[in-house]
């Protein structure tokens, strides 16, 4: 009986490392074809002038909808103050939001100057099947690597992006910082903060742009 059971332990852990590893290969998947169809925008000549940047975003803006879940970042990137605010008010942030993330995304895919990319292989398997990670390493033309990390959720439509580390700058938690330090600064007015957000937001980028 005891070598029945060591048999069926084996088999459960056999079959949960093989649905771990499955479970991967789709956000994998989901983040491949994503990936590709960004670096075909990115090598658009017509798109590489700075007067085209609106159509670049546009089209990068379009493979993310489908990927990205924005209702379920920006929840979070509004924290506890998602509650504060009625239905209405969370949607209109949650499309506030998606612009800001878009651009920003966009922003840093440009400026790395991307001339060939590769997702990593498998990390160490995420405990839970329905949340995996996937890296993807990026080289510019200058040689240099960069790393982007992307959180996958699985949902019935599909696996879901629900964060990006952008080579180490963690998006989600550096615009939830941003959303709580503006909720401070305005005296926990959740509603002027959304309608503060894009214009913070950009100038936030242009200031941090002067800087370096």
Same mark, same amino acid.
């Given at each position: 009986?005891?070598?029945?059971?060591?048999?069926? !332990?084996?088999?459960?852990?056999? @079959?949960?490392?093989?649905?771990?590893?499955?479970?991967?290969?789709?956000?994998?998947?989901?983040?491949?074809?994503? %990936?590709? #169809?960004?670096?075909?925008?990115?090598?658009?000549?017509? +798109?590489?002038?700075?007067? #085209?940047?609106?159509?670049?975003?546009?089209?990068?803006?379009?493979?993310?909808?489908?990927? *990205?879940?924005?209702?379920? =970042?920006?929840?979070? *990137?509004?924290?506890?103050?998602?509650?504060?605010?009625?239905?209405?008010?969370?949607? +209109? @942030?949650?499309?506030? $939001?998606?612009?800001?993330?878009?651009?920003?995304?966009?922003?840093?895919?440009?400026? @790395?100057?991307? !001339?060939?990319?590769?997702?990593?292989?498998?990390?160490?398997?995420?405990?839970?099947?329905?949340?995996? *990670? =996937? %890296? *993807?390493?990026?080289?510019?033309?200058?040689?240099? #690597?960069?790393?982007?990390?992307?959180?996958? +959720?699985?949902?019935?439509?599909?696996?879901?992006? !629900?964060?990006? +580390?952008?080579?180490?700058?963690?998006?989600?938690?550096? $615009?939830?910082?941003? @959303?709580?330090?503006?909720? %401070?600064?305005?005296?926990?007015? =959740?509603?002027? =903060?959304?309608?503060?957000?894009?214009?913070?937001?950009?100038?936030?980028?242009?200031?941090?742009?002067?800087?370096?």
């Amino acid at each position: 009986m005891k070598y029945i059971n060591r048999c069926l !332990v084996l088999l459960a852990l056999v @079959f949960a490392s093989v649905s771990a590893q499955a479970s991967w290969e789709g956000a994998r998947d989901t983040i491949e074809q994503a %990936s590709s #169809q960004m670096m075909t925008v990115l090598e658009k000549p017509s +798109l590489k002038a700075p007067e #085209q940047s609106e159509e670049l975003i546009a089209d990068i803006e379009a493979i993310l909808n489908p990927v *990205v879940d924005f209702g379920y =970042v920006s929840k979070r *990137v509004m924290g506890k103050y998602y509650k504060r605010v009625d239905e209405k008010q969370q949607a +209109l @942030f949650s499309t506030v $939001f998606k612009d800001t993330m878009v651009r920003t995304f966009a922003k840093s895919l440009t400026g @790395f100057n991307i !001339v060939r990319y590769e997702v990593a292989p498998e990390g160490h398997p995420s405990p839970a099947e329905d949340k995996q *990670v =996937v %890296s *993807v390493y990026v080289y510019a033309a200058d040689g240099k #690597q960069y790393t982007l990390v992307y959180y996958m +959720l699985k949902q019935d439509d599909g696996w879901k992006l !629900v964060n990006v +580390l952008v080579d180490g700058i963690n998006l989600r938690l550096n $615009f939830k910082n941003q @959303f709580a330090d503006m909720a %401070s600064r305005a005296n926990g007015n =959740v509603k002027q =903060v959304i309608s503060d957000w894009k214009d913070a937001i950009a100038s936030n980028a242009s200031n941090s742009s002067k800087d370096s």
